[in-house]
């Protein structure tokens, strides 16, 4: 599976933003898909996660009620709107992949395909 995620760019505090994370090759498989940000100097923190079925979703606190995932699987594609968007979100954001899907999303170590990552930059 090839994961290619869009949607960076800078917009001001307050804003939104759309990511998504186009999936190809053998998206016939039920994965779940998880987004993640970074920063330089801090560590992969976990944003947001979605099952394949799209009838669960988790969120870290830090983006909850601001940020949503969704997905839609004819188009291999999952979506990640931001809204209200802090200068704090300012990251790298990756969209990943799994099988073995967890409760709460949070399990990196899960995730065996990694999108390029696209950057998001508020400004304040």
């Known amino acids: 599976v090839q994961l290619q995620a869009s949607g960076g760019g800078l917009v001001q505090a307050g804003g939104s933003l759309r990511l998504s994370c186009a999936a190809s090759?053998?998206?016939?498989?039920?994965?779940?898909v998880g987004w993640f940000r970074q920063t330089p100097g801090k560590e992969r923190e976990f944003v947001a996660a979605i099952s394949w079925s799209g009838g669960s979703t988790y969120y870290a606190d830090s983006v909850k009620a601001r940020f949503t995932i969704s997905r839609d699987n004819a188009k291999n594609t999952v979506y990640l709107q931001m809204n209200s968007l802090k200068p704090e979100d300012t990251a790298v954001y990756y969209c990943?992949?799994?099988?073995?899907?967890?409760?709460?999303?949070?399990?990196?170590?899960?995730?065996?395909?990694w999108g390029q990552g696209t950057l998001v930059t508020v400004s304040s």
């Open positions: 990943a992949a799994t099988r073995a899907f967890c409760t709460g999303g949070n399990c990196p170590e899960r995730y065996n395909y």
């Open positions: 090759g053998r998206t016939s498989s039920s994965y779940a």
